[in-house]
Structures are given as structure tokens and as C-alpha cells.
């Protein structure tokens, strides 16, 4: 009886630890955070939406992820049309709104080029049957909650 419950006490401080290290191995990228047992960070839009995941905070690391590719425009669609891109520098195409919403929801090919997605938005479209990333090559993310594809 007492080896069972040191056993016991043994998986229950291990788990512990393990959940310790894979929270610690996330940071900062606390908002976008998912135990592995329900497939790691890069699975949370599977399980939640909207301001559990996203609230746009990678807009400084997308103009980061630009400037070391040397990417000097995008497609961006992000978490809130209050998000403001021209603050940090970010360029992007010259598509009419239009053209964006029907590249947005697969009505018009995508033109090549670099797409950045909120991880909002692509949950979002998912719920209609629109999965860019199936679709799509996704060639990188940023802190979990942006989604990089590139369009050839």
C-alpha cells in the first residue's frame, strides 16, 4: 500500500513538473497557451476563439518577422478592424476591400504573395467551412495566434 501511494505521489509530482516546463517553454506566448494533451499551442484554435487565443497582440512581431525576411509587403487580415498596422510599419497590398473579402472567404483564388492570419480568423473561418490551413502551405506563426502562408 505505501509503494502504491508513493507511486502515486511520484505521477502526480511528475505531471506537475511536466506542466511547469511546457508552460514555462511557451512563454511569452501566454495568451495563445495549450497543454499538450490537447495537442500543444499550435492547436488552440482548434479548441477556443476569439480573445482566448488573439487580441492582435503579434502586430509588432509580424513587422519583426517582415524586416528579417525581408518582406517588404503582405496581406494582412487580423484580429480587430481596430487593429492599426500603419503603426508598426507594416505594409501591405493594395487589394480593394472587396478583392479581400472574396480572397477571404475562397470565392477568388489568392493572388501569390505572403498572407498573415490572425489565429481568430482562421478559427472563424473555419466555423463556415474555409480552412486556409489545409488549404494553404503555412510556412510560420507568431507567438500562436499568427498564421504565416505563403502564396505562389
Known amino acids: 500500500r505505501a509503494v502504491q501511494k508513493r507511486a502515486l505521489q511520484g505521477c502526480v509530482w511528475g505531471m506537475l513538473g511536466w506542466h511547469i516546463v511546457s508552460s514555462l517553454l511557451a512563454f511569452p506566448y501566454s495568451r495563445s ?22 487580441w492582435g497582440q503579434e502586430l509588432k512581431g509580424v513587422k519583426r518577422y517582415m524586416d528579417l525576411n ?3 509587403v503582405i496581406t494582412l487580415f487580423s484580429f480587430s478592424p481596430y487593429d492599426d498596422p500603419d503603426y508598426y510599419g507594416i505594409k501591405q497590398t493594395s487589394l480593394t476591400s472587396k478583392d479581400r473579402y472574396e480572397i477571404f472567404l475562397g470565392l477568388k483564388p489568392a493572388p501569390p504573395g505572403i498572407y498573415v492570419i490572425s489565429a481568430h480568423v482562421l478559427t472563424r473561418l473555419q466555423s463556415r467551412g474555409i480552412d486556409w490551413l489545409s488549404r494553404y502551405p503555412v510556412i510560420g506563426h507568431l507567438g500562436y495566434s499568427m498564421y504565416i502562408f505563403k502564396i505562389s
Open 70 to 72: 525581408g518582406i517588404r
Open 33 to 54: 497557451y495549450f497543454t499538450e494533451f490537447a495537442g500543444g499551442p499550435s492547436k488552440g484554435i482548434y479548441w477556443l476563439d476569439d480573445s482566448n487565443i488573439d
